[in-house]
């Protein structure tokens, strides 16, 4: 049908119209484009000008220098040495297995170490390093570094690495370092980023794990430059991290190697505390480890060597090793029915060689008896009877509030692994712990150290210090920490009466210088030097009233692990006291037979800062001395003179 002018118009218009609406929105789409092209370019132009920087600048950690570790004289017990290593990256080397086998031929590699490298090569990008060997000789490294051309992706490098110079004479309280393992970062709740470095160490047992944070310091970092697949092109700048703190301890390295080597065929420890400040001035435990070891790897026959020791070489028996005190307990009821008011220095019990309470029988180690006894004779020839007594008289409760005063069944704060709290039982622990109640024979059992009783050779010698001071002697092991002094570990005083710890103090003189003193045989004829002690034999098994009818097995008839332990406290010298002694050897016999000899030797070392005069000792012992002098002289340390000092 043919359109009329009018028609024609009206569409026209319509046309028109609709040609100026998408006009319209044409222009506002463009308006809209424009106004984003303008904000995205120009407004956020600097926003994304920094993104696309960080997209192409990498921050890289750089390890800290781990803060190195000193005795009380400045010389190092753990350093860091420049150690030589080769490492190797996937992508450069093409055929790993070619390229590894050619290595294998040119210096000597263990196959456990190449397998290791393959499996952390497959788990890293393939343009990260890889550590193939450690600690390689200048030789090797000099061999590898020759034949690069040949080793594509091979790299000889250098750089530092944990050395322990005096091997075991500091495993157990200094420790060691080994690789950032996955249980220790499960351990910390936010993790250092440095800890994800590969093959990163970081302490493992001892100081070096207690102190950690101290001795690791800071990352430093590095920016680099890095293509799309994150292959490092150039470094632009970096910045050096914080090294570790040094740390100095209280330990000393010639007294702390003479205990050592001292203590060398037993399962043993002992301690040694300054007794004005509360330094350690030695903490071993026989047998001992090389940590050199655990750092370099160690390997399989070497850990099952030391895990099947029956002596238990990894254990801190100084620290960490709990024990009945036997006999050396007989200070804390001492001193505990003298405060309480039980007893005085001239109130006497008689001992007929046993005690009976509860239709039961206590023996007495003296099976005829010690007769009429006052606490110092009780003291001098460790009366067990007088102490069962003493004991069932004073209870348990002060019996145990007491020896908490003198640091047993106290967790002393170290840095060390593993610090053994002890035990001074109370009725209510009893009632918590077996759901039993207190019987008067666990406080006779008590009164001699044994029963419940537990304490740590760092205890006993925390005892033997504080008795002879009057003050709360506080152990310390750290002296200062980059130069910076640590507090002091001289307490206020006890509280305890004089008149108490002088009679105490009296009985363990004559332990040691009367002729009827159980560790007569073990004393020191110095004037000045005089030691006050105390003997203890704990019982690691029960005798039963068969045996004793029959006649109780002598130690030496019974296998080593059914042996009584030895052990024996001093300080010295007695008129004024600078050191204070324990020593435990498990399994020893007798204390006084075994133990006390040991802690004379120790303190006389202690006093003289090296070996004492011959006429320190008794004529009897002198040859036997000289003897062990000498032969202990060609097992100390060789100390280099200039690296002393940097702590």
Not at 159 to 173: E, I, K, M, N
Not at 440 to 447: E, F, L, P, Y
Request: proline content about 6%.
């Amino acid at each position: 049908m043919k359109q009329t002018p009018k028609d024609s118009q009206t569409s026209s218009r319509r046309i028109s119209r609709r040609a100026l609406l998408l006009g319209t929105v044409q222009l506002g789409f463009m308006g809209v484009l424009a106004g984003r092209m303008h904000y995205l370019q120009v407004d956020q132009a600097d926003q994304f000008r920094m993104l696309a920087e960080e997209n192409r600048i990498s921050v890289r950690l750089i390890p800290p220098t781990r803060g190195e570790i000193f005795d009380r004289n400045g010389i190092p017990v753990a350093k860091n040495e420049p150690a030589y290593r080769i490492t190797m990256v996937r992508e450069d080397a093409g055929d790993v297995d070619v390229v590894l086998d050619k290595l294998a031929e040119l210096i000597p590699i263990d196959p456990t170490d190449i397998e290791r490298a393959k499996t952390e090569m497959k788990r890293s990008a393939p343009f990260l390093p890889v550590t193939v060997a450690e600690r390689v000789s200048w030789e090797d490294i000099s061999k590898v570094a020759v034949n690069t051309p040949s080793l594509p992706g091979i790299t000889p490098e250098v750089g530092l690495s944990r050395a322990y110079p005096l091997d075991q004479d500091f495993a157990h309280t200094v420790g060691y370092v080994g690789p950032v393992s996955d249980y220790d970062l499960s351990k910390i709740e936010d993790p250092d980023p440095v800890l994800m470095i590969p093959r990163f160490q970081i302490g493992k047992i001892g100081l070096e794990n207690k102190m950690e944070d101290a001795l690791r310091g800071s990352a430093g970092s590095r920016r680099v430059e890095v293509n799309a697949v994150g292959r490092v092109m150039r470094e632009l700048d970096r910045q050096p991290g914080t090294p570790g703190a040094n740390v100095q301890l209280t330990l000393d390295v010639m007294l702390q190697n003479y205990v050592q080597n001292r203590l060398a065929g037993e399962s043993a420890a002992a301690v040694v505390i300054d007794t004005e400040n509360g330094d350690i001035l030695a903490c071993a435990s026989a047998p001992s480890f090389d940590p050199n070891l655990f750092v370099r790897g160690i390997s399989s026959s070497d850990y099952n060597a030391l895990m099947k020791n029956d002596h238990r070489p990894l254990a801190d028996k100084s620290v960490q090793g709990l024990y009945p005190p036997g006999s050396t307990f007989k200070i804390v009821v001492a001193l505990a029915g003298l405060e309480a008011g039980i007893i005085d220095a001239s109130t006497n019990f008689y001992c007929p060689g046993y005690y009976e309470v509860a239709n039961r029988r206590f023996h007495c180690w003296k099976y005829s008896g010690h007769g009429m006894l006052d606490v110092v004779g009780g003291l001098q020839h460790s009366c067990d009877v007088f102490f069962y007594e003493l004991g069932s008289r004073v209870g348990i409760e002060r019996i145990s509030a007491m020896a908490e005063r003198m640091g047993i069944g106290v967790k002393h704060d170290l840095p060390l692994s593993a610090v053994a709290t002890g035990l001074a039982p109370t009725k209510e622990w009893k009632r918590a712990n077996q759901n039993k109640d207190w019987l008067i024979g666990d406080t006779i059992n008590a009164s001699i150290g044994q029963g419940y009783v537990l304490a740590s050779p760092l205890q006993l010698a925390v005892m033997a210090a504080r008795l002879s001071t009057g003050r709360v002697v506080t152990p310390r092991v750290v002296r200062a920490v980059d130069g910076e002094d640590q507090p002091s570990g001289l307490g206020e005083s006890l509280g305890i009466a004089e008149s108490s710890l002088r009679a105490v103090r009296q009985g363990m003189f004559e332990v040691s210088n009367n002729r009827r003193g159980t560790a007569y045989g073990a004393r020191i004829i110095a004037e000045d030097m005089r030691l006050a002690g105390k003997t203890g034999t704990s019982q690691v098994r029960n005798i039963t009233a068969a045996e004793r009818a029959a006649g109780v097995t002598k130690n030496q008839d019974l296998p080593w692990n059914r042996r009584d332990h030895a052990l024996f406290v001093d300080f010295a010298p007695f008129e004024d006291p600078k050191v204070a002694v324990a020593v435990v050897v498990e399994h020893g016999s007798g204390g006084s037979s075994v133990a006390a000899p040991i802690a004379r030797d120790i303190t006389l070392q202690a006093l003289c800062k090296g070996d004492p005069p011959l006429d320190a000792y008794p004529a009897k012992d002198r040859d036997w001395v000289a003897q062990q002098q000498e032969r202990l002289r060609a097992l100390r340390p060789q100390i280099d003179l200039d690296a002393k000092g940097r702590a």
